[in-house]
């Protein structure tokens, strides 16, 4: 089995899921590279610092309660270019979930993203589900959200995944277009520091861009 077998998504769920966003075209050399569940202090500021060194831009999707309690780690994310989603307030299951209970935890999510933004910016547009679930309710609920999955996921949360692993993983996966999932998290933060800054020169040397979700 390829070894980026386990960290690509399987073939047909973006079938079953059209209109949700799984991957880019792209004919150039280019990934998207996206980190979920910050802010974090450590960890958020880490992937900056490397997306900095790299003259890289990604997005994260931010759970609201970490921005609500880290609001100038939020706020650098922002000053220094990097887009935002929302990842919603308590990073809740949809399958879990009443859907109105979830659409509320939404709603406050951007509630707190919009009272630390800075200049004149528009309404956050870009949502993912915690884990990646949701039902079919739910997305039609958001429908005002473009709803961002994923091509790539570097399971870099799991712990009994060897850092090396991760990263061999990740890069076997990754391909023109990718929309690749980090986590600026503690509970991912020993696989995030060895993994980012070699996934990113590895790429860079083979001449690949890396650019927050449009």
């Known amino acids: 089995m390829p070894a980026g077998y386990f960290f690509r998504n399987p073939f047909f769920l973006p079938w079953l899921y ?31 610092d490397e997306l900095a060194r790299a003259g890289a831009k990604a997005t994260f999707f931010c759970i609201g309660d970490n921005v609500r309690k880290h609001p100038a780690v939020y706020e650098r994310v922002l000053r220094e270019g990097h887009a935002v989603g929302n990842h919603t307030f ?23 993203l919009q009272g630390h933004e800075i200049g004149a910016r528009s309404k956050v547009a870009l949502f993912r589900p915690p884990y990646g ?12 959200y473009r709803i961002i999955m994923w091509d790539v996921l570097t399971n870099d949360y799991a712990q009994s995944l060897s850092p090396s692993a991760c990263l061999r993983g990740s890069l076997a996966a990754s391909r023109p277009g990718s929309i690749v999932v980090f986590h600026d998290s503690l509970k991912a933060e020993k696989n995030l520091r060895y993994v980012l800054p070699r996934y990113l020169d590895h790429f860079a040397g083979q001449g690949y861009t890396f650019r927050s979700l449009p």
């Not at 308590?90 to 707190?112: A, F, M, Q």
């Not at 679930?133 to 005002?144: D, G, K, M, W």
């Open 18 to 48: 059209p209109g949700l966003t799984w991957r880019l075209p792209a004919e150039e050399k280019i990934l998207y590279l996206t980190f979920d569940d910050g802010p974090v202090p450590g960890p958020t500021e880490f992937a900056l």
């Open 133 to 144: 679930r949701i039902t079919r309710r739910q997305i039609a609920a958001l429908s005002s």
């Open 90 to 112: 308590n990073h809740l299951s949809g399958w879990k979930t009443p859907t109105e209970d979830y659409i509320n935890n939404v709603r406050l999510c951007d509630e707190v």
